[in-house]
């Protein structure tokens, strides 16, 4: 059975216990992030035990010289290769995060093929602990910036993440990531083994902060997204209820009528008026006439049947490419719901878009990793038209104005934010102004919908009344001919 646990577990975020300060100890052979000097610091005293250096060596001229060791008849042989540099560095002066290599990384395609295959989840941690949930990860990744910001190595941190996280679905998974980075793979390559917990956006952006020695600033802006998705689903769960009881209760005593009342009216109708004077009668009984044969033919599930077809139809649909296009065209122009989507979407691309630039990651690439993440259609083929666009040297506003897809305030801050050189800015700005309409939007939305169920309850009873007096009226025209 799944663990469940509930929306407290998201605030605050403090750890279990205080990270302990991170110990200097032998190099293991696991991929760990090792805070570097920025530029501006001293380098280390030459003889220092922090790493082997040729002695110093004073010549006539008094200068310190470098000498080499001799070998007798041979060239001296570098027994190491050295370990290449990323080209990437902060320019700033803060503490960053670079991945170190082990040496007993496998190589070779076969290899990869094998760890990849050995990812997770299992069927019995499936059936045990249930599917990582979307607060298991906005807590995981806070926990995790807030452990490497303490100072704390990958595997030290995940360690301590394993043990909060035990008996939960994400604790057999970091398991497996403590044993890929112990094996001396990368952390992209630990999170990539894991495609039922973590998203590809999530991997991309995991492998690009590690270039660029921003992996606990990424993994803040992944926790704040896996908040807003958390709270989005809550929200809409809570602002559904009320609706949801209002159908159901509609339904059933639809159920009861069709079951019932719809036998007796038929009776009546067939008794009462003869085949020739039923052309007479008013559409709705008619119609309501029809509709209870079915129900008497088909028995009370045929109504169940239809809309679980209806369903079904649908999420089929949905499926094929075609008719997701079709679908979210459709779906575009739905009040209410079709609005709330396209906030939802228009945040999810501000904070995605905006996390990917600052991690580094090249516009057009950026742009073809968000269209994978948003959800509509037309907002999926304007990224990717501006991505064909970026790729040619053209800028972002320009696409996303030719589309008429996007508001004018969004194309406004994006130009702003390419003018001023500031667009991952100016999009987590976007972000956050279109989460708090979306989340107004969802709470209100049992206020929305309600005058919209008591219209369709209201159009349902004067249809099923105005039939009953169809009905009376088409006995007293029958009696009044002396039948």
């Known amino acids: ?160 993440l394993q043990k909060h996280f035990k008996g939960r679905a994400l604790g057999p998974v970091i398991a497996r990531m403590i044993d890929a ?72 005593c639809l159920l009861v009528i069709a079951v019932f009342v719809g036998p007796l009216f038929n009776g009546v109708l067939a008794d009462m008026i003869p085949p020739k004077n039923r052309g007479n009668l008013i559409l709705p009984t008619q119609l309501l006439f029809k509709f209870n044969q079915a129900m008497m033919v088909m028995g009370p599930l045929l109504p169940i049947f239809f809309l679980f077809g209806t369903v079904v139809g649908i999420w089929l649909a949905y499926k094929t490419k075609t008719g997701q296009t079709i679908l979210d065209e459709i779906y575009w122009y739905v009040p209410i719901f079709g609005k709330i989507q396209k906030f939802v979407d228009l945040s999810r691309m501000g904070r995605m878009l905006g996390a990917l630039l600052e991690a580094g990651v090249a516009t057009p690439d950026a742009l073809a990793l968000t269209a994978g993440v948003v959800r509509l259609k037309p907002f999926e083929r304007a990224l990717i038209e501006a991505e064909a666009a970026t790729r040619e040297g053209d800028e972002i506003s320009p696409v996303f104005a030719s589309s008429g897809r996007f508001p004018y305030e969004v194309i406004g801050l994006i130009e702003t934010g390419e003018t001023t050189g500031n667009l991952p800015r100016a999009l987590t700005r976007m972000a956050t102004d279109y989460e708090e309409r979306a989340t107004v939007m969802i709470k209100s939305l049992s206020t929305l919908i309600q005058p919209i169920i008591t219209v369709g309850l209201g159009l349902i009873v004067g249809f099923i009344a105005i039939a009953f007096v169809g009905l009376i009226a088409g006995v007293f025209t029958s009696l009044s001919q002396g039948i």
């Open 1 to 160: 059975m799944a663990n469940q646990f509930d929306d407290d577990d998201l605030t605050p975020y403090e750890l279990d216990s205080p990270a302990p300060v991170a110990q200097p100890s032998a190099p293991s052979g696991g991929s760990t992030f090792r805070p570097n000097p920025s530029r501006g610091s001293n380098p280390p005293e030459f003889g220092s035990a922090s790493g082997s250096r040729p002695r110093p060596v004073q010549d006539d001229r008094d200068e310190t010289t470098f000498q080499p060791a001799k070998s007798s008849g041979r060239e001296p042989v570098s027994r190491s290769k050295p370990k290449p540099q990323s080209s990437l560095h902060s320019t700033e002066s803060e503490v960053s995060f670079r991945p170190v290599k082990s040496k007993r990384r496998p190589e070779g395609e076969e290899d990869d093929e094998k760890f990849a295959a050995s990812g997770g989840p299992s069927l019995i941690e499936r059936i045990l602990f249930g599917k990582v949930g979307t607060k298991q990860l906005a807590l995981f990744y806070r926990q995790f910036s807030q452990y490497l910001m303490a100072g704390m190595d990958v595997p030290q941190s995940l360690k301590s």
């Open 181 to 252: 980075v112990k094996s001396g793979r990368s952390m992209a390559e630990a999170f990539e083994r894991e495609p039922q917990a973590f998203d590809r956006l999530a991997v991309n952006m995991i492998r690009a902060s590690e270039s660029r020695g921003a992996v606990p600033e990424i993994l803040v802006e992944l926790a704040e997204i896996q908040e807003f998705r958390a709270r989005t689903v809550r929200n809409m769960a809570s602002a559904s209820i009320y609706p949801i009881m209002v159908l159901s209760a509609a339904a059933l």
